[in-house]
């Protein structure tokens, strides 16, 4: 096992289904995550990426092989467990925001401290809301904000346990270009400031902003690159689409 990984997986397995119609959603992937590292999961659609981000961050349990978080192996967590672990060390963002309608921005991102037992003082809240760029934006509800706003906030909530790692499921996929480069800069400053952050994307231009990406196809881990452009990932994804 790689010491310095945010997340380690060895010879990890998802299998969907049973019998002939059984998918190996993941399929025998050894992958290690550099903490204080940008990681990208690209690969054709139906390749494992999602399934294996939800692996990573025990939002799914593996059928067989290991996954450890920062050295804690929690492949045989119990639920409990599992949503502590949620709740406390790892974030999660999605390509939808998942924000609560009727709740402003500020409690949108107090909301994991809530569900963790604590009232956070106003303070703390809008130090990670100005640490997004919304530091004015506090009062609004989700659709008072453009989606790259809303995206940040969505990113703002899953910081604000200071996780050890953030996930990302197309944080970008539903934004316009502007708005992305805006999410993209943030993630990319987060990642300059040592957060670990693993995300998958369909975009080239989006994986080249991080430090590394993994090509994942049918389930297995099948390339990498390291500070590759965003031709060349865009070229490689391609062999691989093929
Ligand atoms: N809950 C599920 N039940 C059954 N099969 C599933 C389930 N989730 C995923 N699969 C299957 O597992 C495989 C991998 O799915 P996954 O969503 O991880 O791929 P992906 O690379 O993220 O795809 P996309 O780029 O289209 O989002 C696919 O064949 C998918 O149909």
Do not use: C
């Given at each position: ?5 945010a ?28 903490r204080s ?128 790692v ?29 957060q670990s952050i ?45």
């Open positions: 096992m790689e010491a310095s990984a997340v380690s997986l060895r010879g990890v397995s998802r299998v969907y289904g049973k019998g002939a119609a059984a998918v190996r959603a993941v399929d025998g992937v050894d992958l290690d995550l550099p590292g940008w990681t990208a999961v690209m690969g054709p659609s139906g390749s494992g990426k999602s399934t294996l981000l939800h692996l990573a961050a025990g939002l799914e349990r593996a059928d067989s092989g290991r996954v450890l978080l920062g050295g804690t192996d929690i492949t045989h967590a119990t639920d409990q467990q599992l949503t502590d672990l949620r709740r406390s060390r790892v974030g999660f963002v999605f390509q939808s925001f998942n924000l609560i309608g009727s709740l402003t921005a500020e409690q949108n991102v107090a909301l994991p401290l809530r569900l963790a037992g604590r009232r956070p003082p106003r303070s703390e809240v809008r130090a990670v809301l100005a640490s997004v760029g919304l530091g004015d934006r506090g009062g609004h509800r989700p659709r008072e904000l453009s989606g790259g706003q809303q995206q940040r906030v969505a990113i703002a909530r899953a910081m604000v346990t200071r996780p050890e953030l996930f990302a499921d197309e944080p970008t996929g539903a934004l316009d270009s502007a708005a992305a480069r805006t999410v993209l800069d943030l993630l990319r400053a987060m990642a300059d400031a040592g693993v995300m998958v994307t369909h975009d080239p231009g989006a994986a080249a902003r991080a430090d590394a990406v993994v090509f994942l196809r049918d389930g297995r881990v099948v390339d990498h690159l390291a500070g590759a452009g965003a031709r060349e990932v865009a070229d490689r994804l391609a062999s691989w689409e093929r």
